[in-house]
């Protein structure tokens, strides 16, 4: 399987400001997810990050809010902005197990993580 | 309606007993079928996946699929404490790339 990680860990931010998040994969992959999962709840897909054009946002998710950079095949990041104490959660990433050049795996496997918390 | 339903539980279990967790979907158009397994503060890890009717072994794992009824299942074997964990069940249509999380069943095994 792919080795995904991300930075930061963990982050302690005031309300009003913005996090970038960065992940980072060994191998060339081409599709990249970015979930989130409030305290207690299931994961939510934020967007869809593909190489080369822009990302896929889910309903009630936009671009002014997560933008997503997706530069090269093994690297993606969101960015949180105008942060809120709403916006405290889990941000993980993750990738389609369809990794360029080696086995066909149709899963996805996942970043540790970035937990946020918003004061 | 939920798109993918999982009872939250906690479900509690013996130590060496039969954890059985179920996962109920709405889209007919599912195709690939996966469970996996969080711990607390962790991300997911894959555990199993499965695209066919009928049910798929791995070590102490089996999953269960029954498309005509919309129902997956994870039967966990000789349950260790170790198991205990927020179980996900995710469904994915045709070719999508895109995965659709139930809420998790909070697995507890007791000694």
């Known amino acids: 399987s792919a080795v995904i990680s991300q930075k930061p860990s963990r982050d302690i931010c005031q309300r009003g400001t913005s996090l970038t998040i960065q992940c980072q994969v060994d191998?060339?992959?081409?599709?990249m997810f970015w979930y989130r999962q409030q305290p207690g709840q299931s994961l939510t897909l934020i967007a869809t990050?593909?190489?080369?054009?822009?990302?896929?946002?889910e309903s009630g998710f936009v671009i002014d809010k997560f933008p997503i950079s997706r530069p090269n095949l093994t690297f993606s990041t969101l960015t949180v902005s105008n942060l809120s104490p709403e916006d405290s959660s889990i941000y993980l990433c993750?990738?389609?197990?369809?990794?360029?050049?080696?086995?066909?795996?149709?899963?996805?496997?996942f970043g540790p993580g970035t937990r946020l918390t918003v004061l | 309606q939920k798109e993918v339903e999982q009872n939250s539980g906690p479900l509690s279990v013996p130590e060496g007993a039969i954890a059985s967790l179920n996962c109920t979907y709405s889209?007919?158009?599912?195709?690939?079928f996966f469970w996996y397994r969080q711990y607390s503060g962790k991300s997911p890890e894959l555990i199993m996946f499965i695209y066919s009717n009928g049910d798929k072994e791995d070590g102490r794992f089996t999953a269960q699929l029954n498309k005509a009824s919309q129902y997956v299942s994870l039967l966990i074997r000789d349950s260790q404490p170790s198991d205990s964990a927020t179980y996900l069940c995710?469904?994915?249509?045709?070719?999508?790339?895109?995965?659709?999380f139930g809420t998790g069943t909070r697995l507890q095994v007791t000694l």
């Open positions: 889209d007919r158009g599912s195709q690939s």
């Open positions: 993750s990738v389609d197990g369809r990794v360029m050049g080696r086995t066909w795996t149709d899963t996805q496997y």
């Open positions: 995710a469904v994915k249509a045709g070719t999508a790339s895109k995965l659709t």
């Open positions: 990050a593909n190489q080369g054009s822009e990302a896929t946002y």
């Open positions: 191998s060339q992959v081409t599709m």
